[in-house]
């Protein structure tokens, strides 16, 4: 595994255990080359998915992606690193269990949505913003108002 701080691929395993929900497991990495330590999480992939963007074009699925947007999303916000690690894989495995290789990509912002509004009301507003592309102030309010509704 590559070092993230220097780039030096011979990293060393310090402590391996299985995540909560047992999908993962969790590697405690150490890097001789700078002293660097990190985390790598390592699962099982079912298929290799397609995500077909609006426009048409296809690439491949990159469970990375929906973690960075979630994190820019959740930044500055109180939320368990487990608890966004959970949500994530869980999008990951409703989207391998569909039975599809090709996914339209708004289903996948669908779910992300989905899976924010659970963990943190303000992080499902941040990304509702960019994923519904908001032009005017007052589709914030509209998007509160209808969380508010929800809450009903």
Do not use: W
């Not at 391996?16 to 992939?45: K, L, W």
């Not at 963990?119 to 032009?135: G, N, P, Q, T, W």
């Amino acid at each position: 595994m590559r070092c993230p701080f220097c780039a030096n691929t011979d990293t060393q395993v310090k402590d391996s255990r299985p995540t909560d929900e047992h999908t993962a497991i969790r590697r405690r990495r150490f890097c001789p080359e700078c002293g660097g330590r990190f985390t790598t999480f390592e699962r099982v992939q079912l298929r290799e998915l397609t995500v077909v963007k609006k426009n048409g074009r296809r690439i491949p699925f990159k469970r990375e992606k929906i973690m960075a947007s979630v994190q820019i999303a959740l930044r500055k916000r109180d939320v368990d690193q487990e608890r966004i690690e959970r949500m994530v894989s869980g999008i990951s495995r409703r989207l391998e269990s569909m039975g599809e290789n090709e996914i339209p990509s708004d289903t996948i912002g669908k779910m992300v949505m989905e899976g924010l509004k659970a963990l943190d009301e303000v992080a499902y507003i941040r990304f509702a913003s960019v994923y519904k592309e908001f032009h005017e102030a007052k589709e914030f309010g509209e998007i509160i108002n209808k969380l508010s509704d929800d809450e009903q």
